[in-house]
């Protein structure tokens, strides 16, 4: 008689466990890619997109983070791509810092492996590019951003996986780890700050 009040607080004990572990496996985790964000555009449209010229106001970010928002809207519209989208990459990348240089050896605002600008610089702008260069680097890292939503059918998470771990990582959503779906959400995050006006510049 004894064994059976043991048994069911064995099986409880096994049953709390088991639910902490399944709550700290899905901790964190995101249940779906972000949506919402146009990805690409078309830069022959004429479109309301802010002003990136620096400004007299005496509060305004400092003239340096200005011409940087103006060099990735620039690259933004040259390659097609949402300029929201380039501005949060790169601030989340590097804080639009170009002397960023990442323990694995990435390089400047967009944070490009050197190895990576090699091939991608003459492949996707037939030339070589220096990625110490702030206007190189921001075009390189534009042009492989749209070379992946190219490549993946303008889908957001898969594109932003291959620029963060290359095109070996992509994968469904679900299969993705934690970390790679972090990164996705986290861009995703910065750019929608950037698009409703809540970004540091």
């Not at 004429?46 to 340096?64: G, H, I, Q, R, Y």
């Not at 490009?112 to 091939?119: E, G, H, K, N």
Request: with cysteine; charged share 15%; hydrophobic share 45%.
């Amino acid at each position: 008689m004894q064994a059976l009040p043991r048994l069911v607080c064995a099986m409880t004990a096994v049953a709390i466990l088991a639910l902490a572990g399944c709550a700290e496996s899905n901790a964190g985790s995101y249940p779906a890619p972000p949506s919402g964000l146009q990805t690409v555009i078309d830069p022959t449209d004429k479109v309301a997109f802010p002003p990136t010229t620096p400004s007299n106001d005496p509060f305004a970010p400092a003239l340096e983070m200005m011409v940087t928002k103006s060099m990735l809207y620039a690259a933004a519209m040259k390659h097609g791509v949402n300029p929201y989208l380039v501005m949060g990459l790169a601030w989340h990348e590097s804080g639009w810092n170009p002397s960023a240089i990442s323990s694995a050896g990435a390089v400047g605002i967009m944070q490009v492996m050197p190895a990576t600008a090699a091939v991608s610089g003459p492949a996707l702008l037939h030339r070589r590019v220096n990625l110490y260069d702030p206007v190189d680097n921001i075009d390189t890292g534009t042009a492989i951003l749209r070379s992946n939503l190219d490549h993946w059918g303008n889908d957001l998470a898969k594109a932003l996986v291959a620029y963060y771990a290359g095109g070996g990582a992509v994968r469904e959503w679900n299969s993705l780890t934690h970390d790679e779906q972090r990164y996705v959400w986290a861009v995703f995050h910065a750019a929608l700050l950037f698009k409703e006006g809540k970004g540091p510049v």
